[in-house]
């Protein structure tokens, strides 16, 4: 069964920074690829970041780009978000997911939408 | 950047009636658009995806259609349990992935 465990949630003040983890079980981590969508309150689902199975391409949303960085270790089977600069509009529910992929026999290609997701971890950003 | 328009924005129904809800891009996705179901403290769920492949275990009372920039969720007989606010995912390239706005399923 997969199972994506996120934490590092909680208060912070603005211009504050949090490290967000989330550990993954039931798949072969290391050949997803994995985001991080967040949903402020009250509101829709945004996305935020994404990686690649291998760690090498990282991909960040316009609102969060040069504050916020994705990343994973392979070795514990966790994807993280830092995020720093915090502002009071990053206030939200953050979830992890896995990207889907097709896989033959060859190889494996990443998809478009996310088929796990984690029950998420809070950030309010507030003074 | 693809926007994804869904409407209405909220559909009031009773259980056992069809709920039929649209979204629309701004351009052509083809058929690479994924729905999710969100129910209130939960995480969303993965429904649909390439517009109308259901996910595992996901009951035959979903169903999807559409290609191009006009996409439809139907759910044939409301169940209490689908009451719930639903969104609509598509990815433009690694750096722009976007959803729609999202539409709520509320008993009437």
């Known amino acids: 069964e997969v199972q994506l465990l996120e934490s590092g949630g909680g208060l912070v003040q603005p211009g504050g920074s949090l490290r967000l983890s989330c550990a993954a079980s039931g798949f072969t981590f290391s050949s997803y690829a994995m985001s991080w969508v967040r949903q402020a309150p009250g509101k829709g689902l945004e996305w935020v970041s994404s990686i690649s199975d291998s760690d090498i391409d990282a991909y960040h949303a316009d609102s969060v780009k040069g504050r916020f960085t994705i990343s994973r270790d392979n070795s514990k089977n966790t994807v993280y978000l830092q995020m720093n600069s915090l502002r009071a509009e990053d206030t939200a529910i953050y979830y992890c997911?896995?990207?889907?992929?097709?896989?033959?026999?060859?190889?494996?290609?990443?998809?478009?939408?996310?088929?796990?997701w984690g029950q998420g971890t809070l950030v309010t950003v507030s003074s | 950047e693809i926007v994804l328009t869904q409407s209405p924005a909220t559909l009031s129904l009773s259980p056992g009636e069809r709920a039929t809800l649209s979204c629309r891009a701004s351009q052509s996705v083809s058929t690479y658009l994924a729905w999710y179901q969100q129910k209130p403290g939960q995480a969303p769920r993965l429904l649909i995806y390439d517009a109308s492949d259901r996910a595992t275990d996901i009951p035959a009372r979903f169903s999807g259609s559409g290609s191009g920039t006009d996409f439809t969720l139907t759910i044939s007989s409301l169940e209490p349990e689908d009451f719930a606010v639903y969104y609509c995912?598509?990815?433009?390239?690694?750096?722009?992935?976007?959803f729609g706005q999202g539409t709520k399923v509320e008993i009437k």
């Open positions: 995912q598509q990815r433009t390239n690694w750096s722009t992935w976007t």
């Open positions: 997911a896995t990207v889907a992929q097709y896989c033959s026999r060859a190889s494996c290609h990443h998809l478009y939408y996310f088929d796990f």
